[in-house]
């Protein structure tokens, strides 16, 4: 298993960037695909950006795609989420989470329909609100 940690969450303004990062624990987290999900008040968590365990492969949801960008570091054991041109429909709890159960997978198809039942590692959650 693997710990993680997300960071960098805050207040930023409609147009604005942020960028949050997730930091893992364990020697096995570069063998896992490791995903981004968000979850609004009263809605469902929802997969937002995921990455492959080598960094080259990814995925994004559509109300991201173009504005969001997913990447990680094999050596410092990270992945962050660089956000631009936010909106407040973006503000959510963000949470990174890790595939554990299948080390070296990535399946863009696979994830779009499992969603975060696919993931069993996840963070505590970082808030980002998108206001003027």
């Known amino acids: 298993q693997v710990q993680l940690v997300e960071s960098g969450g805050g207040l930023v303004q409609p147009g604005g960037s942020l960028r949050v990062s997730c930091t893992a624990s364990?020697?096995?987290?570069?063998?896992?695909?490791v995903g981004w999900f968000r979850q609004a008040p009263g809605k469902e968590r929802d997969s937002v950006a995921i990455?492959?365990?080598?960094?080259?492969?990814?995925y994004y949801s559509d109300s991201v795609k173009g504005r969001f960008t997913i990447s990680r570091d094999i050596a410092k054991n990270t992945v962050d989420l660089q956000m631009n041109s936010l909106k407040p429909e973006d503000t959510a709890v963000y949470y990174c989470?890790?595939?554990?159960?299948?080390?070296?997978?990535?399946?863009?198809?696979?994830?779009?329909?499992?969603?975060?039942?696919?993931?069993?590692?996840w963070g505590q959650g970082t808030q980002v609100t998108v206001s003027s």
């Open positions: 364990g020697r096995t987290f570069g063998t896992y695909s």
């Open positions: 990455v492959n365990w080598r960094g080259d492969r990814t």
């Open positions: 989470a890790a595939d554990t159960s299948r080390p070296y997978y990535f399946d863009s198809t696979y994830y779009t329909g499992t969603g975060q039942r696919a993931f069993d590692s």
